[in-house]
């Protein structure tokens, strides 16, 4: 069974930064995909960023680009959300998901992933 872990999480004043840990235990994890999605209260889950298995490609919403940095180190099976400049409205539940293989739909999509961590909590203050 497949297990995510995110961690890093926390209170952050506006303008500074956070980088988010996913680590996956209890399968394979350099073969898949990886992508991290945020849940902000009230809200429904949105994608963030997308890496692919090798790491040669990343894709973000439109709304973080420039400020975060998705990355991933296979020997460690753990994938990273470096988060820098951020504003309050970056305020949200962060989780981290493997995307299925073959996967049902575009990796902005939820439910393109099969396996998720438990989120941690990012709060930005003003």
């Known amino acids: 069974q497949v297990q995510l872990e995110e961690s890093g999480g926390g209170l952050v004043q506006g303008g500074g930064s956070l980088r988010l840990s996913c680590a996956a235990s209890?399968?394979?994890?350099?073969?898949?995909?990886m992508g991290w999605f945020r849940q902000a209260p009230g809200k429904e889950r949105e994608f963030v960023a997308f890496?692919?298995?090798?790491?040669?490609?990343?894709a973000y919403v439109d709304s973080v680009k420039g400020r975060f940095t998705i990355s991933r180190d296979n020997a460690k099976n753990t994938v990273y959300l470096q988060m820098n400049s951020l504003k309050p409205e970056h305020t949200a539940v962060y989780y981290c998901?493997?995307?299925?293989?073959?996967?049902?739909?575009?990796?902005?999509?939820?439910?393109?992933?099969?396996?998720w961590g438990q989120g941690t909590q990012v709060t930005v203050s003003s």
């Open positions: 890496i692919s298995w090798s790491g040669t490609m990343t």
């Open positions: 209890g399968g394979t994890f350099s073969g898949y995909d």
């Open positions: 998901a493997r995307r299925s293989r073959p996967s049902v739909s575009d990796y902005r999509f939820p439910d393109g992933y099969d396996y």
